[in-house]
Nanobody
Framework: QVQLVESGGGLVQAGGTLRLSCAASGSISSINSMGWYRQAPGKQRELVAA???????TIADTVKGRFSISRDYAKNTVTLQMNSLKPEDTAVYYC????????????WGQGTQVTVSS
């Protein structure tokens, strides 16, 4: 079992900045991928960004150039830095974890609300 605890999120004006952090604990495979997904009302959950234990990063085109993802491998944390936020970034953001060789997300965080006002 892996537990994911998220922090950050909140309300910000368009153009503002937020940072989300997620700490993983439990039985953590050394070969894994941690990342962030988001789900807006009435829409499917979508990948925002992810980074593997090997350092390979994936970032959605919709946030490329504005968001960045980083990991602290010693602390098993992943951070999503969100700059130049837009109202369309409003969603519940979920931390994710999977072993790299598993295609589906195995564990989810509880979700944190990000609201960007225009």
């Amino acid at each position: 079992q892996v537990q994911l605890v998220e922090s950050g999120g909140g309300l910000v004006q368009a153009g503002g900045t937020l940072r989300l952090s997620c700490a993983a604990s439990g039985s953590i495979s050394s070969i894994n991928s941690m990342g962030w997904y988001r789900q807006a009302p009435g829409k499917q959950r979508e990948l925002v960004a992810a980074v593997t234990s090997g350092g390979t990063t994936t970032i959605a085109d919709t946030v490329k150039g504005r968001f960045s993802i980083s990991r602290d491998y010693a602390k098993n944390t992943v951070t999503l830095q969100m700059n130049s936020l837009k109202p369309e970034d409003t969603a519940v953001y979920y931390c994710s974890f999977r072993r790299t060789y598993v295609t589906r997300i195995e564990y989810w965080g509880q979700g944190t609300q990000v609201t960007v006002s225009s």
